[in-house]
């Protein structure tokens, strides 16, 4: 089977509306299959101005604003005939589905109804969301849900072992692979660290500057970040605060850390100024997959303190790169973060050990190891 072979059908929830880790991904991988001859074809909820332009021929997918304050993300309401009718003009040889909503179970029952290969990869734990919105009882249903999609598929790829062994926990039976992340190491890397850029925000050079990273919303633990950031101003800890992004829970979020310097949304050597600018990234989320904000943190040379959950197990070494905390042990997150924050050195070292670990992660060898996993599928369906 060579990779001119392969005709795919990427189904996405969001490929590049708003800009997020799982989208890109998703990109440098179309840019991975299409480099080396595949045939694409992506089919995802679109609109007027995306956040940035998609790799491959991007197919429209009728959604829905999401309610609740969240209408910028959108959900795709199934496959409707139009759609249908691209696809079966298209020819897959295998449909791949990023995302459980419902055009990924239409896209799923669509291959297995025209007896096409089927592969999953999994970006999000969208199982956790509902505790941060006060329906935390339906976390067993999206579970269920969740569990029978996954088994649907002839192959699941998924960013690390923590990942694997939760699905497996799950109950899902389908083979899984891992499908890890790389980081761009022009853009992230010590270098790029700017005590310019840091004193025009008004943070001095010896100030320790502890750090979010990421969109603004509840689900990215932004209510952990606030009470550990309280109580190391209780213990006296000198520190500052700077965030960088931007997200619905914007204004929530600075009343709940009032003295932090707002960065905003940074991208491009922008971003990678503004990571390698960072003293301590402080990542308290439970809702990734895999740390695509850590990786690009450690490459930076910045020590990382994080939630020990499947987003940094496995790609932090806790007391060698940073530390792994609870998910809401305020009072361990602090004082792992004022550890850092009083030994310069200790930082220093956690930061120096994060970046050659992250050298590892390189985006050619990690994407094809999901061509790879096309590849086989198809031959296991051969046999």
Request: proline share 5%; with cysteine; net charge negative.
């Amino acid at each position: 089977m060579k990779a001119s072979d392969l005709r795919i059908a990427m189904f996405s929830g969001n490929y590049n509306y708003v800009r997020d880790g799982a989208n890109q991904a998703l990109n440098l991988l179309a840019r991975h299959l299409l480099d080396r001859g595949v045939t694409l074809r992506i089919y995802s909820p679109t609109v007027d101005e995306p956040a940035f332009e998609p790799t491959g021929d991007l197919v429209d997918v009728p959604a829905f604003g999401l309610p609740g304050g969240r209408g910028e993300y959108r959900l795709g309401l199934g496959l409707p005939g139009k759609v249908r009718d691209d696809l079966a003009a298209f020819r897959p040889n295998i449909v791949h589905c990023s995302v459980p909503d419902v055009t990924g179970h239409r896209a799923v029952s669509w291959a297995r109804d025209h007896g096409i290969a089927s592969v999953a990869s999994l970006h999000t734990r969208f199982e956790t969301y509902p505790r941060y919105y006060g329906i935390g009882f339906l976390e067993p249903l999206a579970v269920a849900l969740s569990k029978r999609f996954y088994n649907r598929f002839d192959h699941v790829v998924v960013p690390g072992e923590g990942m694997r062994d939760l699905l497996h926990e799950w109950g899902v039976t389908t083979p899984i692979d891992i499908w890890s992340r790389g980081v761009n190491h022009d853009r992230f890397n010590p270098g790029m660290r700017n005590l310019a850029w840091r004193r025009s925000l008004g943070i001095g050079d010896d100030e320790v500057a502890i750090s979010f990273l990421g969109r603004l919303v509840l689900e990215k633990g932004l209510d952990i970040f606030a009470e550990v950031v309280a109580e190391l101003q209780r213990r006296g800890v000198r520190h500052r605060v700077l965030v960088i992004g931007d997200g619905p829970a914007r204004d929530w979020f600075a009343q709940q850390v009032p003295e932090a310097v707002f960065a905003g949304f940074q991208s491009g050597d922008d971003l990678g100024r503004a990571v390698a600018s960072m003293d301590i990234f402080f990542n308290p989320s439970i809702t990734e997959t895999f740390g695509n904000v850590t990786l690009e943190a450690m490459a930076a040379g910045v020590p990382v303190v994080a939630a020990r959950a499947t987003g940094a197990v496995g790609l932090v070494a806790d007391g060698t790169t940073g530390r792994l905390v609870g998910p809401r042990d305020v009072a361990a997150y602090a004082d792992a973060i004022q550890a850092y924050c009083e030994d310069d050195e200790l930082r220093r070292k956690a930061g120096a050990a994060g970046h050659a670990a992250a050298q590892a992660y390189q985006w050619d060898r990690i994407n094809q190891v999901v061509l790879d996993t096309y590849c086989d599928v198809l031959e296991r369906r051969a046999r």
